[in-house]
């Protein structure tokens, strides 16, 4: 039982924080949702046919949200779509259903084939146009659950004046991560794109500057202003996006007319190495090449919080894992997105989020939000949609006012998206930040109803690592004639805030005397009649060069004082004991008269010997996360008389 004891003791010393887990019991009930469709000739009717929805306690109102993919090319967002398909053959029908607020696993689909015999309804639709200003879009169904499934659409539109052969890159895993996040599962093209293994780029001409006023899809002017801000290096596209993505597909087209968009398919699962950090913030890049034959390109960056379920409301930042070294002048994204999952429109909606000290308040930057609204005036009264913002002593509150975002249980609102909205800001650090972890969330208010609390944001440093360099000298008070000195390397994380760990290698270089005794003894001579005092010296010293492990946990008291306790071992690499025997013989009981005297000297020379532990106990003023420092530490040996005092200097860079 006292053993016990003094290892509890040990556990929680070494240990000072306790790690709180929780662990997640796996939903393995598979649920399925089966694709039902009405055929009327060319025009189908899609009705799903889905499982009971699993209630998160607290939560808005489970629903399930739908991505169809109709077979040709084109897709659907509604719950129960209806497709006029333009010509007749076998179409391919996908149906990727999400769960919100629910807590089982999106239920499985398979596949439908839906033949079409015959052509009824003249009233198809080509896929509609990207809008002005885009050539390339790139979205998900859903966010990235770990272990799950969802779908990335790659969307590109020619808005050259000629019918255009080009070339598309899907970048993706993010080379910041240590795992790769997705394994790319399907990809599924209904325009011909073929997937190439890219070998290089050549190209014919630099620019190509024939793009013209000509029209989309739905009929409008398509002006030549919006190529203005297309990207003319694409080596240099090419070659960033690589540096940031471990993997790529590319794929080439052919024979893409002029207005026309199309929609290329790809299924990703999440592997079991993923980050599941839900503060995370996981990207995939698409580049759009309309023309192979130029460097004009397009690309797109695609933005995924990770989520452990399928909740719109969600607040994410890019600082889950910083160099604490580099980030001093780094500029922090952060995105808190949310849905109005009410019966009725919200007219204001505002965000109450945390702001952690260490970030600088003033430097609030809004970059993006939905819906799109300027900035509200400060100090006036106002009646148009605008973005108000307060800065409180913890919080920051963001103010959509005077907006109309409908519900997503609304009568006759069919398109989730347009429930949803977001605002996206930037802040920097303040002036002097310390290397701790920090959790922030938002409290989501429609109109006058009780808050939605979103999840932690997390930000979170890197260890980094501190090498140091450390000299001084070691006072044994129990040794004779001791003198120590040392020099050592120490290895710790750079600049930790208050709990670390600290290892360092030590070179001793120690001498002392073991032993010094003069012992006299009075003996008679041969004949019996005369005494003699013989007189004997002893003398044994050590020169020993041994090498210390020491292995500490320190805590910062503050920016100048610091302590630790640890254990530390070592061993004698060479040890050189010198030893002397000498013996004087005197005529008489006292050493007045000198009759004789012999010496002897030897030196027995050892390595690897004298394994010595102990426990220690540190204390250093100055600089005690970076930079120099002055220390004591006392160390208790197991071996008698070899208890010492270390006094040092140790510079940490």
Not at 140 to 149: D, G, H, L
Not at 199 to 220: H, K, L, P, T
Not at 502 to 523: F, G, K, P, S
Not at 634 to 640: G, I
Request: with cysteine.
């Amino acid at each position: 039982m006292k053993k016990l004891k003094i290892l509890l003791l040990v556990l929680l010393f070494f240990h000072p924080k306790f790690i709180e887990a929780q662990t997640k019991v796996k939903d393995t009930l598979t649920r399925r949702a089966t694709i039902g469709y009405d055929k009327k000739g060319n025009l189908v009717s899609f009705k799903p046919e889905t499982p009971p929805l699993i209630q998160v306690a607290g939560a808005p109102k489970a629903s399930y949200s739908f991505f169809w993919e109709m077979g040709d090319g084109s897709f659907s967002k509604d719950i129960e779509p209806k497709k006029v398909y333009k010509k007749k053959g076998e179409y391919k029908v996908n149906l990727s259903v999400t769960n919100n607020y629910d807590n089982g696993k999106p239920p499985k689909t398979r596949p439908k084939i839906v033949a079409i015999n015959e052509i009824e309804d003249q009233n198809f639709h080509d896929i509609a146009s990207l809008g002005d200003s885009i050539s390339l879009k790139l979205f998900n169904n859903r966010e990235p659950v770990p272990e799950e499934e969802m779908v990335v659409v790659l969307s590109y539109q020619n808005l050259l004046n000629y019918t255009a052969n080009g070339k598309l890159y899907l970048f993706y895993n993010d080379k910041e991560f240590k795992n790769k996040n997705f394994e790319l599962l399907e990809t599924r093209s209904h325009f011909g794109e073929k997937e190439t293994i890219e070998n290089g780029v050549a190209f014919a001409n630099e620019i190509n500057n024939s793009y013209q006023n000509i029209a989309s899809a739905d009929g409008n002017p398509i002006s030549k202003n919006k190529f203005e801000k297309e990207e003319t290096n694409l080596e240099m596209t090419l070659a960033e996006s690589k540096a940031l993505f471990s993997d790529v597909a590319v794929f080439e087209f052919d024979g893409m007319d002029a207005a026309a968009t199309r929609n290329l398919f790809f299924t990703f699962k999440t592997t079991p190495e993923m980050i599941k950090d839900t503060s995370a913030t996981v990207k995939m890049r698409g580049v759009y090449v309309p023309d192979r034959n130029y460097k004009n390109h397009k690309k797109k960056t695609l933005e995924m919080e990770i989520v452990t379920s399928h909740d719109p409301n969600k607040m994410s930042s890019n600082g889950t894992l910083m160099n604490y070294r580099l980030v001093r002048l780094k500029t922090l994204n952060f995105k808190t997105r949310f849905q109005n999952d009410g019966e009725g429109p919200a007219r204001m909606i505002r965000l109450e989020t945390d702001i952690p000290d260490m970030f600088d308040k003033r430097t609030l930057k809004i970059v993006d939000s939905y819906p799109k609204c300027p900035i509200c005036p400060k100090n006036e009264e106002i009646t148009y949609s605008c973005l108000d913002t307060i800065i409180k002593q913890k919080q920051i509150h963001f103010t959509f006012k005077n907006i109309y975002i409908p519900g997503s249980q609304q009568k006759n609102v069919t398109e989730k998206d347009s429930t949803k909205g977001f605002v996206k800001y930037t802040m920097k650090f303040a002036k002097d930040f310390h290397k701790q972890k920090t959790r922030s969330k938002t409290a989501i208010i429609f109109d006058k109803n009780e808050p939605v609390i979103t999840n932690y944001a997390v930000t979170r440093f890197k260890p980094g690592i501190s090498i140091g360099a450390k000299t001084g000298y070691n006072l044994f008070p129990d040794l004779e004639n001791s003198k120590s000195y040392f020099v050592a390397a120490t290895l710790s994380p750079y600049k930790s805030y208050r709990w670390y760990w600290q290892v360092e290698l030590q070179n001793n270089l120690h001498t002392y005397d073991a032993e010094r005794t003069v012992t006299d003894e009075i003996v008679n001579n041969n004949n019996g009649t005369i005494p003699q005092l013989h007189r004997r010296f002893f003398e044994s010293d050590f020169e020993i060069y041994n090498v210390e492990v020491p292995l500490l946990i320190r805590y910062n008291i503050n920016n100048y004082i610091g302590i630790g306790a640890g254990i530390q071992a070592n061993i004698n690499i060479s040890q050189k004991q010198n030893t002397s025997e000498k013996e004087e013989i005197y005529e008489g009981p006292n050493d007045n008269f000198l009759v004789s005297s012999r010496e002897e000297n030897d030196t027995v020379k050892e390595t690897f010997t004298g394994f010595k532990s102990g426990v220690l106990f540190d204390f250093t003023a100055g600089f005690s996360r970076i930079g120099p420092s002055v220390g004591a530490r006392y160390v208790v040996n197991f071996e008698k008389d070899f208890n010492y005092w270390q006094l040092y200097a140790i510079w940490k860079f």
